[in-house]
């Protein structure tokens, strides 16, 4: 793929900038300040900002079909009403793992709801992944992560990626019809020195793209795992991307300045910012949760 031109859309300085989405009805993108617990949302050119203030420190955001967004908070699902910026529990989660916090999330296109959990002083492997249904209650799927990130599914459905930061491993697993998960296997690993795997999305031929955080890059991959290409970004901490625009072929990045000295900030001025390229594959339509409002 020919090297595309990476735009700075809004350099919003995020501590840990996380969860892009981008949301077809409004044609607008949303994503996430975890640390800072902002959600924020601009238009398509990076325009017409606007920025909510979470009650906690916030992992993702996706769209409800009973109206309005979900939010992965600390402790649990709640709906986020933009109009008012409220923020309402839906269910709880991990009330028993108080240094847990609800990381990256995804909905496939049955309207299933995948996050993971992970420890929020990045050292124990206290996080897992989770699926909610219908019903909208947390199921476990995985287990045993210190960092969870990136879930996404193939084209067809019938594959689930997931990733274990912090061991640099993406996993690819069976994704039945029902929700349940099987054959989990090792689907890329990454080297030391080339970043820790983090957010993900899979474009419309079934390729997977996988933010590098302290990579200054995104990987993209074969479904068979061979690293095809990769764009360059002009800061480290690379967390999240999503595809929109009206062709699904702008890719929208997020990054972080979490971790960054005094001196790599400086010569990284645009880090923590949001950024767009764009892609000659399109995207995955953005897909939404579907579940009963009740708390």
């Given at each position: 793929?020919?090297?595309?031109?990476?735009?700075?859309?809004?350099?919003?300085?995020?501590?840990?900038?996380?969860?892009?989405?981008?949301?077809?009805?409004?044609?607008?993108?949303?994503?996430?300040?975890?640390?800072?617990?902002?959600?924020?949302?601009?238009?398509?050119?990076?325009?017409?900002?606007?920025?909510?203030?979470?009650?906690?420190?916030?992992?993702?955001?996706?769209?409800?079909?009973?109206?309005?967004?979900?939010?992965?908070?600390?402790?649990?699902?709640?709906?986020?009403?933009?109009?008012?910026?409220?923020?309402?529990?839906?269910?709880?989660?991990?009330?028993?793992?108080?240094?847990?916090?609800?990381?990256?999330?995804?909905?496939?296109?049955?309207?299933?709801?995948?996050?993971?959990?992970?420890?929020?002083?990045e050292s124990q492997p206290?996080?897992?992944?989770?699926?909610?249904?219908?019903?909208?209650?947390?199921?476990?799927?995985?287990?045993?992560?210190i960092i969870t990130n990136?879930?996404?599914?193939?084209?067809?459905?019938?594959?689930?990626?997931?990733?274990?930061?912090?061991?640099?491993?993406?996993?690819?697993?069976?994704?039945?019809?029902?929700?349940?998960?099987?054959?989990?296997?090792?689907?890329?690993?990454?080297?030391?020195?080339?970043?820790?795997?983090?957010?993900?999305?899979?474009?419309?031929?079934?390729?997977?793209?996988?933010?590098?955080?302290?990579?200054?890059?995104?990987?993209?991959?074969?479904?068979?795992?061979?690293?095809?290409?990769?764009?360059?970004?002009p800061c480290s901490n690379?967390?999240?991307?999503?595809?929109?625009?009206?062709?699904?072929?702008?890719?929208?990045?997020?990054?972080?300045?979490?971790?960054?000295?005094?001196?790599?900030?400086?010569?990284?001025?645009?880090?923590?910012?949001?950024?767009?390229?764009?892609?000659?594959?399109?995207?995955?339509?953005?897909?939404?949760?579907?579940?009963?409002?009740?708390?």
């Open positions: 793929m020919t090297a595309p031109e990476v735009r700075c859309l809004w350099p919003v300085g995020a501590t840990l900038g996380e969860g892009a989405l981008w949301h077809a009805p409004t044609q607008s993108l949303y994503f996430v300040d975890i640390k800072q617990r902002q959600v924020h949302r601009c238009a398509a050119d990076g325009g017409d900002r606007r920025s909510w203030q979470a009650p906690r420190q916030v992992g993702f955001i996706v769209p409800f079909g009973a109206g309005g967004f979900v939010c992965g908070l600390q402790g649990g699902l709640y709906r986020f009403d933009e109009n008012g910026g409220q923020f309402s529990l839906l269910r709880m989660v991990e009330q028993e793992l108080p240094g847990n916090r609800i990381n990256d999330g995804y909905v496939d296109a049955r309207g299933r709801l995948w996050f993971g959990s992970m420890d929020d002083g206290s996080g897992s992944l989770y699926r909610v249904g219908g019903d909208g209650a947390p199921a476990l799927a995985d287990t045993g992560y990136g879930p996404a599914c193939s084209p067809d459905g019938r594959i689930l990626y997931h990733t274990d930061t912090l061991a640099r491993r993406t996993y690819a697993f069976d994704l039945r019809p029902d929700g349940s998960v099987a054959n989990k296997r090792l689907f890329a690993t990454f080297e030391g020195g080339q970043g820790h795997p983090d957010g993900m999305a899979v474009d419309a031929e079934g390729y997977v793209w996988i933010a590098l955080f302290g990579g200054w890059r995104i990987d993209r991959f074969a479904p068979d795992g061979t690293l095809h290409s990769s764009v360059r970004l690379i967390t999240k991307l999503a595809f929109g625009g009206p062709d699904l072929r702008t890719v929208y990045v997020t990054t972080a300045r979490k971790g960054l000295a005094a001196a790599q900030l400086a010569q990284q001025p645009q880090a923590g910012a949001l950024f767009a390229f764009r892609s000659e594959v399109p995207g995955l339509a953005q897909n939404t949760f579907h579940i009963e409002a009740t708390a």
